[in-house]
């Protein structure tokens, strides 16, 4: 069993939908959690960091995190056709891209 | 462009060749790391670099992958004698506190 569990999807919502991306994980000395977008043949792009479990919002964006269950979030609502990407999560026991495990990443449409 | 960057983009080689991949950290981030990434996949740890030294390396990185960083700017990845199970694209990161950024990668291809 993987560390890190991933729905691959694919996922495909129409255009306004809010979208719900989630990942579960075994590591209990996971602290620290990420969520990156990734366009086709691109690197991934940075979208949220929290710390420990919570709530964190920036824009349409919202991670959640719940430690208690292993279980993180990513929302996005009002979503765009340029949304449409691979997102993956990653996680890490230190605050930095020291040995980050990722999910293999769930791949979004989004309908115009 | 102020992000990372990775050259070449893409590389064709034969097997059994020896290649070299560079990363032009953001400035002043003295954190610098490798990655691997497999179609499908999520990436892969490699190494890690704190200005100069080389702090962790993962059990993926054989002993034909040497990484280096001189003088703790840009990051050389090598990889001696590929074999067709390197090709994947090989991305590199920087931070310089928690956030780490990526380059684009190099997809590398071994015939």
């Known amino acids: 069993q993987k560390e890190v569990e991933q729905d691959p999807g694919p996922l495909s919502v129409p255009e306004g939908a809010i979208v719900s991306l989630n990942c579960t994980y075994s590591?209990?000395?996971?602290?620290?959690f990420m969520w990156y977008r990734q366009y086709s043949r691109k690197g991934p792009e940075l979208l949220m960091y929290t710390y420990s479990s919570g709530n964190k919002e920036d824009g349409r964006f919202t991670a959640q995190v719940d430690k208690s269950s292993k279980y993180i979030s990513l929302f996005i609502r009002d979503s765009q056709p340029s949304d449409s990407a691979t997102y993956l999560c990653a996680m890490s026991a230190y605050g930095s891209a020291r040995q980050l495990t990722f999910g293999s990443g769930t791949q979004l449409t989004v309908l115009p | 462009d102020t992000g990372v960057s990775q050259d070449p983009r893409h590389k064709i080689t034969k097997r059994g060749q020896n290649v070299t991949f560079r990363c032009d950290p953001i400035?002043?981030?003295?954190?610098l790391y490798w990655y691997r990434q497999t179609l499908g996949q999520g990436p892969e740890f490699l190494t890690y670099?704190?200005?100069?030294?080389?702090?962790?390396k993962s059990r993926l990185l054989s002993d034909r992958f040497s990484a280096e960083r001189p003088k703790g700017s840009f990051s050389t990845l090598e990889i001696q004698r590929t074999e067709q199970g390197d090709s994947a694209m090989y991305l590199c990161?920087?931070?310089?506190?928690?956030?780490?950024?990526f380059g684009q990668g190099t997809r590398l291809t071994v015939v």
């Open positions: 990161a920087s931070s310089f506190r928690a956030e780490a950024f």
């Open positions: 670099f704190q200005n100069e030294a080389q702090l962790e």
């Open positions: 400035s002043e981030h003295n954190r």
């Open positions: 590591n209990s000395a996971f602290q620290y």
